[in-house]
């Protein structure tokens, strides 16, 4: 069993704020904060935008996703004609 000191008990955990990765200002970090780590609507929506538009894309070269080459439906167990 664990115990409590009492003098932690009483206090409260200030909220923790960080720079919104948008546009710098602070930004609460906790759940009242609906757009976290975001300041605000705009800033997540800012962002969202990018990210949908490719902005945030790493280049480099395009690999198979497996070791198959070719349709599915050219296997023999396929559903190729």
């Known amino acids: 069993m664990l115990r409590r000191d009492p003098a932690v008990s009483n206090t409260t ?17 906790s759940p009242e904060n609906r757009w976290r780590p975001f300041c605000s609507e705009r800033c997540k929506l800012i962002d969202i935008g990018a990210w949908a538009a490719g902005d945030y894309r790493i280049e480099g070269q395009d690999e198979p996703l497996s070791d198959e080459t070719g349709n599915p439906g050219d296997s023999p167990g396929g559903r190729g004609a």
């Open 13 to 29: 955990a200030k909220p923790r704020t960080v720079r919104c990765p948008q546009c710098g200002q602070p930004a609460l970090y």
